[in-house]
C-alpha cells in the first residue's frame, strides 16, 4: 500500500519554561561571572535588570590566535550572542524585540522623507509626507491616517480607500510604522531586530548548532545552548512566524515553543476578556480582551494552515464525469468504489512535520 498517512497532532506542551528560567539555566553560560566582571551588580535598578536579561553566553574553545582552527565557529557564537543579546534587553525594556518582515528600506520609508519635488502633489506619497499647503508633515501618514484622508477628502468608499493605502503608497501600519521610529532612537545595545538582522541571529545559531559535530563537552554544551537559543526564540513573537531555521533540531525547538505560546496567548485573552466583564470594565476592555483573543486565534490558523506544511502529493488524479444520469468519479480509468485497491491506491500520499 503506497499511502503514508498524517502524522496525528500531538498535544499541547502546556509546562514550558518562561524565558527567564530558560535563560538563567542555560548550560554552562556563566552568567554571574560576567556580571561582576562588568561590574554590574544586581538590584541597581532598570540598567541591572537590562543587563541580567542580555547576558546570553556560548562556551567557547581556548584560542591561541586568530588564525587557530575554531575562529570561524567562534565567528558565530559571538554574533549570536551581540543579537541575542540586544532581543533580550530589547524585551526588558518592554519594547517589541524582534519585527520579522520589516526591513531597513521600510525604515527609510517610515524615517527619512524625500524631497518635495520628486512627487506631485496629487500622488500618495506626496500626501503621505506633505499637508496639502505643502508644509512637510512631522511623520508621514500612516495607512490608517491616509485611509481617513481619503474618505474624508476624496469621498470615496472605505474599502477602496484602504486598499490604496496599503497597495499604491509606502506608507506603513500605524503599530509598524511608530515601532520603527521607536527602534531609530534605542540605543544600539538594546535596539529590536529586524528583518535582516533576525536572519543574522538565525544564521549563527545554525552555525553555532551546525558545526558542533564533535563530542567534545564545549560542543556539546553549545548544541543545547542553540536549542535553548531557537525555543526562546519562538516564545518571543506575538505573530505567527514559520520557522526560520533550516536544522531540523532547531526548527522544531522552535515551532513547538511558538505554537505553545500562541496558544497561551489565546487564554490569556480569554482571561482578559472574561475578567473584563466580571469587573465591569467597560465595553473598551471588553472590546479590546475580545480583538487580542481573535487576534490570537488568527494566528494560530495561521500556523495550523496548509500553506505551513508540504503540499499534497497526489498520485492519481480523480476525474468526474456522469454516466448513465449519475455523477461518478473516476480514478485511473477505474470508477471510485468500485475496486478498493485501485482507490486506495490513489489516495492522496503526504506527510506532515513538525
Known amino acids: ?34 556580571i561582576g566582571r562588568r561590574g554590574i551588580q544586581p538590584g541597581n535598578g532598570h540598567s541591572a535588570k537590562v543587563a541580567r536579561a542580555s547576558l546570553f553566553r556560548f562556551v567557547y574553545f581556548t584560542a591561541p590566535g586568530e588564525n587557530e582552527r575554531h575562529s570561524a565557529y567562534h565567528r558565530h557564537l559571538v554574533i549570536a550572542e551581540i543579537l541575542f543579546g540586544r532581543v533580550l534587553a530589547a524585551r526588558a525594556a518592554g519594547l517589541r524585540p524582534i519585527a520579522p518582515t520589516l526591513d531597513y528600506a521600510a525604515e527609510a520609508r517610515a524615517t527619512v522623507r524625500p524631497p518635495r519635488g520628486m512627487f506631485r502633489a496629487a500622488t500618495l506619497e506626496y500626501r503621505r509626507w506633505y499637508d496639502p499647503s505643502g508644509a512637510a508633515r512631522v511623520e508621514p501618514l500612516t495607512q490608517e491616517a491616509l485611509t481617513v484622508e481619503l474618505v474624508t477628502e476624496n469621498g470615496l468608499p472605505l474599502e477602496d480607500a484602504r486598499h490604496r493605502a496599503a497597495h499604491r503608497s509606502h506608507a506603513l501600519a500605524a503599530v509598524d510604522q511608530a515601532w520603527l521610529i521607536e527602534r531609530r532612537r534605542v540605543p544600539l545595545d538594546r535596539r529590536p531586530l529586524n528583518q535582516a538582522e533576525f536572519q543574522a541571529l538565525v544564521e549563527a545559531i545554525e552555525g553555532a548548532y551546525r558545526l558542533a559535530v564533535g563530542t567534545s563537552h564545549v560542543e556539546r554544551t553549545n548544541r543545547q545552548i542553540a536549542l535553548r537559543a531557537a ?14 531555521f533550516t536544522v531540523g533540531a532547531l526548527a522544531q525547538a522552535f515551532s513547538d515553543i511558538h505554537l505553545a505560546h500562541l496558544r497561551r496567548t489565546i487564554e490569556s485573552s480569554r482571561q482578559a476578556e472574561s475578567d473584563s466583564g466580571v469587573l465591569l ?74
Not at 503514508?4 to 554571574?32: C, F, K, Y
Open 231 to 244: 525555543a526562546m526564540l519562538g516564545s518571543l513573537l506575538d505573530e505567527f512566524v514559520a520557522s526560520p
Open 1 to 34: 500500500m503506497s499511502v503514508q498517512e498524517a502524522v496525528p497532532a500531538r498535544p499541547v506542551i502546556v509546562s514550558i519554561p518562561a524565558i527567564d528560567l530558560m535563560l538563567g539555566n542555560l548550560p554552562n553560560a556563566h552568567r554571574a561571572p560576567l
Open 281 to 354: 470594565a467597560g465595553p473598551k476592555a471588553w472590546f479590546a480582551a475580545k480583538a487580542a483573543r481573535m487576534r490570537a486565534e488568527h494566528q494560530i490558523g495561521l500556523a495550523m494552515s496548509p500553506g505551513t506544511f508540504p503540499a499534497i502529493r497526489l498520485a492519481a488524479y480523480p476525474v468526474v464525469a456522469v454516466v448513465g444520469g449519475k455523477l461518478r468519479t473516476f480514478v485511473d480509468g477505474w470508477r471510485r468504489g468500485r475496486s478498493r485497491s485501485r482507490a486506495v491506491d490513489a489516495m492522496p500520499a503526504f506527510s506532515v512535520t513538525g
